[in-house]
C-alpha cells in the first residue's frame, strides 16, 4: 500500500543519507584504534607499526571507540557550557521580544557563557594525549583519569614542544594538500584527506607515546 510505500522510500533515503556517516565514523574509529595500538607498541618499546588483520578490527574498532569516549569525557563540561550558551541566544532571539539594549545583554551573556565553555573545552582536550596515552600503557580505561598523572605528563616542556610539532605538522601537511589539489585541479582532495588523516594521527600517537615515556 502507499503508506508501506513512503516508509519503504524514507528508510531507504534515510540509509543513503546516513551510509556515509557511518562508514567515516567507522573509518575513523579503525585509525583511532590502529593508531592507538602503534602507539602501545612504542610505549612498550617496540618500534612497529599494529598489524591490519581480519582477526583485529574488532580490537582496533573497541579501542578507537574508547579513545573516542576518553576525548568526549574531557570535552564534556565545555561542550555542555558551550550548548547551554548557544540555546539560550537562541531562545532569547526566538522570542521575539527583544529590544537593542535587552539583544546586547543577550549577546554579551551568551558571548560570555561561549567563551567560558569554549576555554574549558579547549583545556580538557589538552590532557587527553596523555590520558590517552596512560590509557594505551596499561589498557585499562580508569587510568585515562588518573588526573595527577596525566596533568603531570601534560605540564611538562616536552609535552609543550610536541604539542607544537603537531600542530606544525598538520599546518604542513594542509599546505601540502593545497599545492596538490591546486596541481591536479581538485581530483587530489577525493584521496588526500583519507591519506594525510592516517599520517597526521599515526604521528600524533606516535609522538607523544614518546614524550608519555619519556616524562614521569
Not at 575513523?28 to 593508531?35: Q, R
Not at 579501542?63 to 537562541?90: D, P, Q, S, W
Not at 603531570?152 to 607544537?164: D, E, N, Q, W, Y
Not at 592516517?198 to 607515546?209: G, I, K, P
Request: charged content about 10%.
Amino acid at each position: 500500500d502507499k503508506k508501506t510505500l513512503v516508509v519503504s522510500f524514507l528508510l531507504a533515503l534515510i540509509s543513503v543519507v546516513l551510509s556515509p556517516i557511518l562508514v567515516g565514523l567507522l573509518g575513523i574509529l579503525l585509525l583511532l584504534g590502529f593508531a592507538g595500538a602503534t602507539a602501545k607498541n612504542s610505549i612498550d618499546r617496540r618500534k612497529t607499526l599494529a598489524e591490519w588483520h581480519g582477526s583485529n578490527l574488532g580490537e582496533f574498532f573497541f579501542g578507537g571507540l574508547r579513545i573516542f569516549l576518553i576525548k568526549l569525557v574531557y570535552g564534556l563540561i565545555g561542550l555542555i557550557i558551550i550548548v547551554i550558551a548557544i540555546t539560550t541566544f537562541t531562545l532569547a532571539i526566538l522570542s521575539g521580544s527583544l529590544d537593542s539594549v535587552t539583544l546586547s545583554s543577550a549577546i554579551i551573556g551568551s558571548g560570555t557563557i561561549f567563551l567560558v565553555g569554549l576555554a574549558l573545552l579547549l583545556l580538557g582536550l589538552l590532557f587527553v594525549p596523555m590520558a590517552i596515552m596512560n590509557y594505551l600503557s596499561t589498557g585499562s580505561l580508569k587510568d585515562a583519569f588518573a588526573i595527577g598523572k596525566v596533568i603531570r605528563k601534560t605540564l611538562s616542556l616536552k609535552f609543550f614542544g610536541a604539542l607544537i610539532f603537531v600542530i606544525a605538522y598538520a599546518i604542513l601537511l594542509s599546505l601540502i594538500g593545497s599545492i596538490i589539489a591546486v596541481i591536479t585541479i581538485g581530483i587530489g582532495t577525493l584521496l588526500l584527506p583519507g591519506i594525510f588523516l592516517y599520517l597526521y594521527t599515526v604521528c600524533m600517537f606516535e609522538v607523544f607515546a614518546e614524550v608519555f615515556k619519556e616524562t614521569k
